[in-house]
């Protein structure tokens, strides 16, 4: 895996693209600059041999053309601050201006670009889109884990014009190497958390997981599909009727392959989708009429606490329930504490991105398990085993 750890940048022009896709509030304040801060660490390095870095992004999803609210610029100020460097910015991703400004750029400088989705190229993977960027630099870094899944001119496109003069970022290594742990050489027993809507969404995710996992957890909305594949009441609880079939499909083989797929024993239920309605526990497969589950219940909670605590290797991927609810969020907290024990008794664990990220963040355990991936989509089908544009741009060679 060639990283920017085997590149000298003294005197070059660093190609970067990174994932600057934060939240911004209505006056354009950064509200969590977590993905920026983990660019870092690879802009630094680049500075500090002697180069410079041209970085490239997207935020947000703005239509049809430019649009002030979506613009880079809103990020500038702070970018200077946690790089302490010197920030030149270009109000055009491509164009001359951002030729003359990437040219002139001195050592220890860097030059950030305005939003790539500025333009339509950018999403199609326009070759000649992508040449333009691609005159900026002398190496390219990838360091966007979380648009790594995207055939894009700045994720995979643009790499085919820098021969091997091309690596991953610290991010994308970090990614790649902790994936890979789990997925390739898990210690034993592996403990697998599932959770959020739907089974379709994490179909194959379950197929790939059942070749390597000893148990799986079920949780969130999709557990009810299972529960009523098994013949259970579930009252109003998130249901996929034409995935009950698959569900019996994936139960027959996680039993044939010896792995223990495990549903919630009970549920906390509420008689609407609402924080301050009614509230009941019952066993899962036995939900009242007008009542649908919204969490796990404390015999469930007990369980996979149990097993979490017992596992070497810990993928977690997907809340419990709706945890945004505070009636609703003690089956998440529960699996994110029991998570940051195991790994404070040497297990090996990893949270999927997405929601299961906003979760242990929101319980302040960020800091207690192995690690966060910053990309729940691109992580997702990395454990699906697709072959990721972003990662396979970087490691095809050129001879």
């Given at each position: 895996m060639q990283t920017v750890d085997q590149f000298d940048f003294s005197g070059k022009k660093a190609l970067v693209r990174v994932d600057f896709n934060v939240p911004l509030n209505?006056?354009?304040?950064?509200?969590?600059?977590?993905?920026?801060?983990?660019?870092?660490?690879?802009?630094?390095?680049?500075?500090?041999?002697?180069?410079?870095?041209?970085?490239?992004?997207?935020?947000?999803?703005?239509?049809?053309?430019?649009?002030?609210?979506?613009?880079?610029?809103h990020l500038v100020d702070h970018l200077g601050k946690i790089t302490g460097a010197h920030i030149h910015f270009a109000s055009d991703c491509i164009g001359?201006?951002?030729?003359?400004?990437?040219?002139?750029?001195?050592?220890?400088?860097?030059?950030?670009?305005?939003?790539l989705r500025f333009y339509d190229e950018e999403k199609s993977g326009d070759a000649d889109f992508a040449k333009k960027l691609a005159r900026y630099?002398?190496?390219?870094?990838?360091?966007?884990?979380?648009?790594?899944?995207?055939?894009?001119?700045s994720t995979s496109v643009v790499a085919s014009s820098f021969g091997n003069q091309k690596c991953f970022g610290y991010i994308m290594a970090n990614e790649i190497a902790n994936a890979n742990k789990v997925i390739a050489e898990p210690a034993k027993p592996f403990v697998a958390i599932v959770g959020g809507a739907k089974v379709s969404d994490k179909l194959l995710l379950l197929e790939n997981l059942m070749q390597v996992a000893d148990t799986i957890l079920i949780g969130g909305g999709m557990a009810y599909t299972f529960v009523s594949a098994l013949g259970g009441k579930i009252g109003t609880s998130l249901f996929e009727a034409d995935r009950v079939e698959l569900a019996l499909e994936l139960l027959e083989k996680a039993k044939a392959k010896g792995v223990k797929l495990t549903l919630p024993a009970d549920s906390v239920c509420a008689d609407g989708f609402t924080n301050?309605?009614?509230?009941?526990?019952?066993?899962?497969?036995?939900?009242?009429?007008?009542?649908?589950?919204?969490?796990?219940?404390?015999?469930?909670?007990?369980?996979?606490?149990?097993?979490?605590?017992?596992?070497?290797?810990?993928?977690?991927?997907?809340?419990?329930?709706?945890?945004?609810?505070?009636?609703?969020e003690n089956g998440t907290k529960s699996v994110a504490h029991a998570v940051a024990d195991a790994t404070s008794k040497g297990a090996f664990t990893l949270i999927g991105g997405g929601d299961s990220a906003a979760a242990i963040k929101q319980f302040g355990l960020k800091d207690d398990v192995s690690y966060v991936s910053t990309g729940g989509g691109a992580l997702l089908e990395y454990f699906e085993g697709k072959e990721l544009p972003g990662i396979a741009a970087i490691n095809a060679v050129v001879k």
């Open positions: 209505d006056s354009f304040d950064i509200t969590d600059d977590a993905r920026m801060m983990a660019a870092v660490p690879t802009i630094l390095k680049i500075l500090k041999d002697g180069g410079s870095a041209i970085l490239m992004s997207h935020l947000g999803r703005p239509k049809g053309g430019p649009n002030p609210a979506f613009s880079l610029n001359e201006d951002a030729i003359s400004m990437a040219q002139s750029i001195k050592p220890g400088e860097i030059l950030l670009l305005e939003n630099g002398d190496i390219y870094v990838n360091d966007a884990f979380g648009t790594a899944h995207r055939a894009h001119a301050d309605g009614g509230l009941l526990t019952c066993s899962s497969d036995s939900i009242k009429d007008g009542w649908m589950g919204l969490d796990i219940g404390p015999k469930a909670v007990e369980a996979y606490v149990s097993e979490i605590l017992n596992a070497k290797t810990v993928l977690w991927n997907g809340p419990m329930g709706v945890f945004e609810f505070s009636n609703f």
